[in-house]
């Protein structure tokens, strides 16, 4: 499965952003999909992940801000940033868990401004 990100931009504090990570194939398969960023110095962590509508997960850092989706009809899961902080300043990335194989997009960067 090879992943598309995109949406990434610089924002103020308290903007919002959509990101979008478009998969080459049917995602109706897939375990799982899910956002994970590095912010500069750090090490990656989870942001959200999907299975379905009824089953999300998110950091604690970005709950009730950040809302995690997908649409199996366009192979694509997106995630929208809402009250963003100086502190969600991060390159995202997109993946994907299909028959335990994780895969990765290429990163989008979002920058908030304070």
């Known amino acids: 499965v090879q992943l598309q990100a995109s949406g990434g931009g610089l924002v103020q504090t308290g903007g919002s952003l959509r990101l979008s990570c478009a998969a080459s194939r049917s995602i109706r398969i897939i375990d799982s999909m899910g956002w994970y960023r590095q912010a500069p110095g750090k090490q990656r962590e989870l942001a959200a992940t999907?299975?379905?509508?009824?089953?999300?997960n998110y950091a604690a850092s970005v709950w009730g801000r950040f809302t995690i989706s997908r649409d199996n009809d366009k192979n694509t899961a997106y995630l929208q940033m809402n009250s963003l902080k100086p502190e969600d300043t991060a390159v995202y990335y997109c993946?994907?868990?299909?028959?335990?194989?994780?895969?990765w997009g290429q990163g989008t960067l979002v920058t908030v401004s304070s």
């Open positions: 999907i299975i379905d509508a009824d089953n999300t």
């Open positions: 993946n994907v868990v299909s028959f335990l194989v994780n895969y």
